[in-house]
Each structure stands twice: as structure tokens, then as C-alpha cells.
């Protein structure tokens, strides 16, 4: 009878595992969505800074010729 009780542990562990396994791969996928999604925002913020970096090059040569 020991041998039975033996293997329903080990199938009960087996079973906690895969469960907690299955569990991990959803937290990953997750994780993996947020960083698609931050590395959008990203690419947008540096296109905002690309875009202010150029009017305020604008705006000082502006300002340089109105002084001449």
C-alpha cells in the first residue's frame, strides 16, 4: 500500500507543477505584451524628442537673425 500512496504523491506534485508551470508561461506572455508596449511608447517619446530638439533649433535660429 505504500507504493500506491508513493506514486498519488508523486502524481499529486506532478500535478501542482504543471499547474504552476501553466501559470508562468501566462505571466510571461503578459510580461512579454507590456514590453511591446513600452517599447512603443518609446519609439514615440524619442520621435517627440527628435521633433522638439528641431523646433527649438528653429527657434534660436530665429531669434540669432532677428538680433542681426
Known sequence: MEIWQF???QLAEK???AQNLTEAREEIKMLEAKVRQ???QSDDLKTEVVNQSVVCT???IVFVL???
Request: hydrophobic share 45%.
Open 66 to 68: 532677428c538680433l542681426y
Open 7 to 9: 506514486v498519488e504523491r
Open 58 to 60: 528653429y527657434v534660436v
Open 38 to 40: 513600452m517599447e512603443g
Open 15 to 17: 500535478e501542482v507543477l
